[in-house]
Structure formats: C-alpha cells, structure tokens
C-alpha cells in the first residue's frame, strides 16, 4: 500500500499571503489529521476530519482551516500568513477508530518570509 | 489537561549498547493508547511501537520494548544493539479520550560508531 503523501513538500510565502497544503491518505483510511511542528511549541494538533466532517479541533485561530473530500484526501488553508506560521505541516491518516495507529506523511515544510 | 512528559531532551549511545527513554503523562482516562514514534533528519514521523493501556504485557518490536506502569503513568522506551540508523528524535505520545495525539516535546537520540 502506498503511504501518506503530502503536497508541496516545500512552500516559501511571504506574510499576508495564503495557502493550500494537501493530504491523501493511505488507501481504505478515512479519517485525516493535521499537525503543526515548530522549534518552540513542538507538536501541536490542528485539526481531523472524518469522513468529510470535521471531528476534533485544536486550539489554532480561524485562520487555519480545513476540509475532507468524498474520496478522505484533505486540505488544510491557512490565510492571512503570519511569520510564526512557518513550521512544517505533517498530516496522518488512519482507518477513524480510536484504537487504529496514525501513519504520517512526509511533511510540508513552509516558510513565511 | 492531558499532558506528555519527556524528560531528556537529549541522549547519546554507544552503537551496540542499549539506551532506555523516559516518558510519563497525565490523564484521567482508564482507556487509551500510548506510541513511540521516531523522526530521523529527513522529518519523516514513523511508528517505533504501541501500547494499549488496558493490556498489561509489555509491548516489543524487533530492538524496540517499552515498560508500561499505567499506576505510575510512565511509559518507557529501550531501544537494545542500538544501531547508527536509531539516530532520530524520539517522539511519546498517547490518545487519551479523542482521536487526536498528543506529544511530548521528544528526545534526541545519537547513536556513535
């Protein structure tokens, strides 16, 4: 089975600007989550989907945000781009149960000059 | 709040020798499930081992074993003939009572020739 891929693995920005990072899962998984990882706040969770719905939040302001399309890929937008938004954006996939491992993808790094 | 806790930021092994890491957490759950994943230079977040709360037995994975004391709420990682492939970032985390992870800030591992 292929794994978790992720689209850009590399995005320079600058501040004010958007962006649209991409997720597709490892097939038969339906459920996507996503993670920002930065040097000084570590791992933090921004958000799941599930089946096309949004199913558990981290504590990001709205301009992170996200959606799930019919066949789980995923995107993740974050508008208005702040410096400390650079960081590298991982996103993991699992079949949605609780009980399931999550298996990341390769990251999308970004920079926001 | 549920929390990970990773004590050594850094550690440095010997190849050959065997190198144990800390881990403990906070949570009120009975039920939940606790990983180690590792994170080598290239970002790439991959699952080392995981333990299910409610099953007493330690979890083992080839080198990889964890110690699991859930009254002491410490989850261990020893990593045995640590080999120059084990050089990664060490990375605990658990799902207490969502479907998000939450991580500890890891440990950096250095396996010297």
């Known amino acids: 089975k292929a794994g978790v891929t992720q689209t850009p693995r590399y995005l320079i920005k600058t501040r004010g600007q958007q962006v649209t990072l991409s997720c597709s899962p490892i097939?038969?998984?339906?459920?996507v989550s996503w993670y920002q990882q930065t040097p000084g706040q570590g791992l933090q969770f921004l958000f799941e989907?599930?089946?096309?719905?949004?199913?558990n939040k981290g504590n990001f302001p709205g301009r992170f945000s996200g959606r799930q399309f019919s066949n789980s890929r995923s995107e993740m937008n974050v508008s208005t781009l702040e410096l400390g938004d650079s960081a590298l954006y991982l996103c993991?996939?699992?079949?949605?149960?609780?009980?399931?491992?999550?298996?990341f993808g390769p990251g999308t790094r970004l920079l926001v000059l | 709040a549920q929390t990970v806790t990773q004590s050594q930021p850094e550690m440095s092994v010997q190849e050959a020798e065997t190198v144990t890491l800390s881990c403990t957490y906070d949570?009120?759950?009975?039920?939940?499930?606790l990983f180690w994943y590792k994170q080598p230079p290239s970002r790439q977040m991959i699952l080392v081992i995981r333990?299910?709360?409610?099953?007493?037995q330690n979890a083992t994975e080839n080198r990889f074993s964890v110690n699991f004391q859930k009254a002491a709420k410490s989850f261990s990682l020893k990593i045995s003939d640590s080999q120059l492939g084990d050089t990664a970032m060490y990375f605990c985390a658990f799902t207490p009572n969502d479907y998000k992870l939450s991580f500890g800030a890891g440990t950096t591992v250095t396996v010297r020739a």
């Open positions: 989907y599930f089946s096309e719905t949004q199913r």
């Open positions: 333990q299910e709360a409610y099953k007493q």
């Open positions: 949570t009120s759950e009975n039920n939940y499930y």
């Open positions: 097939s038969g998984h339906r459920s």
């Open positions: 993991a996939s699992s079949s949605g149960t609780r009980t399931e491992t999550q298996y």
